[in-house]
């Protein structure tokens, strides 16, 4: 079965510096893309960085970026630089093509002044 | 940019009603999904859909639960007879293709409360 694991409930990080979220998965397949999202107080689902399980450099969307080590399973997220703007809970999502989504349990992220 | 809409934002009904939520995909995706969100829990799948047809449901998508497209825009999440633990938000995504920039992209969501 497919499974992901977000191991960190809840972080907290001081404005402007970086933080950290872990996740890890488990698959049999080796072309997945991983993901992810966050959600903010209104509930919506936002991306914010995507992996595509063949390539071997990791993505970077401005501020976010992830550490993909595909033969460990774990895909987490760096934040720098972080605003009060990135108070949200972050999912962590693993899909094989065009299939479902399977999400983590989240880590809600507070970003203090 | 294209996005999904969906509607209602907020939906009250009384235990045992049917309810229809509305979603709106982007309109060059082929691919359909419903997602479900406990306040303060995962967001879980409930069905995926493609060509017409179902393609993939969950243990949660029961015989309350039915999808269909019916005008080819707008696709619809049906429960037949609400229950109290059907309060959730629920979400509609969408995808395009298989490959690279495969991705789902979400509405904005729909809250359905039942009492």
């Known amino acids: 079965a497919q499974t992901v694991t977000q191991s960190q409930p809840e972080m907290s990080v001081q404005e402007a510096e970086t933080v950290t979220l872990s996740c890890t998965y488990d698959?049999?397949?080796?072309?997945?893309?991983l993901f992810w999202y966050k959600q903010p107080p209104s509930r919506q689902m936002i991306l914010v960085i995507r992996?595509?399980?063949?390539?071997?450099q990791n993505a970077t969307e401005n501020r976010f970026s992830v550490n993909f080590q595909k033969a460990a399973k774990s895909f987490s997220l760096k934040i720098s630089d972080s605003q009060l703007g990135d108070t949200a809970m972050y999912f962590c999502?693993?899909?094989?093509?065009?299939?479902?989504?399977?999400f983590g349990t989240g880590t809600r992220l507070q970003v203090f002044p | 940019e294209p996005e999904v809409t969906q509607t209602p934002s907020h939906q009250v009904t009384q235990m045992g009603q049917e309810v229809i939520l509305r979603c709106v995909p982007i309109?060059?995706?082929?691919?359909f999904y419903w997602y479900r969100q406990i306040l303060g829990q995962k967001v879980e799948f409930l069905v995926s859909?493609?060509?017409?047809?179902?393609?993939?449901k969950s243990e949660i998508f029961d015989d309350q639960f039915s999808v269909e497209r019916p005008d080819g825009s707008n696709f619809t999440l049906k429960i037949r007879s609400t229950k109290l633990e059907d309060s959730a938000m629920y979400f509609c995504?969408?995808?395009?293709?298989?490959?690279?920039?495969?991705?789902?992209?979400f509405g904005q969501g729909t809250r359905l409360t039942v009492v």
């Open positions: 859909f493609y060509n017409n047809e179902i393609s993939e």
């Open positions: 309109s060059n995706h082929l691919y």
């Open positions: 999502a693993f899909m094989v093509n065009t299939d479902k989504l399977i």
């Open positions: 995504a969408s995808n395009s293709r298989t490959g690279p920039n495969t991705e789902a992209f």
């Open positions: 698959t049999s397949e080796n072309n997945y893309y």
């Open positions: 992996q595509e399980a063949y390539k071997q």
